[in-house]
């Protein structure tokens, strides 16, 4: 499980002000003991960026974090139904990372789709975990959503 300082479950999200430039570190964690009612999940069955640009508060590096660790959560989770849930998001999660790819000839996400020197000295350090091969194979390893009535 990816983890923030040491810290199971957590993960840090850089920002950068558009005015003056100034940043900064949201740092969130995901308790363990909180689990999400299947009521509240249910009202996640909506897209999360319903354009078809992608996102410009977390980069193709940190979808793909948080993919993993919905995953990973879904993995563990004694209920189906919510394991199941978890995994539409990540899906979804998979399918805002892969807006960033704008060279339909070019299997790697461009340069402007890291938005952070951290991010980015992660995907030098391995780009194969973020082809758009891979991405793919592991979006149609998830299950598409389902509408609850």
């Not at 410009?56 to 004694?78: E, F, N, Y």
């Amino acid at each position: 499980m990816p983890s923030l300082d040491g810290v199971p479950r957590g993960f840090r999200l850089p920002g950068t002000c558009a005015a003056c430039r100034a940043t900064w570190n949201a740092k969130f964690r995901l308790a363990d003991d909180s689990p999400i009612s299947t009521s509240a999940l249910a009202e996640w069955d909506v897209p999360i960026n319903s354009t078809p640009a992608p996102s410009s508060a977390i980069d193709v590096a940190q979808w793909i974090t948080l993919c993993r660790m919905l995953i990973t959560d879904a993995d563990a989770c004694q209920d189906r139904v919510r394991g199941r849930r978890l995994k539409v998001l990540a899906g979804r999660g998979v399918e805002e990372a892969l807006k960033f790819f704008d060279d339909p000839d070019s299997d790697l996400p461009p340069e402007k789709a890291f938005f952070h020197e951290e991010t980015r000295r992660i995907y030098r350090a391995n780009p194969h975990e973020l082809a758009r091969d891979r991405l793919l194979g592991l979006r149609a390893r998830l299950p598409s959503p389902i509408r609850e009535r």
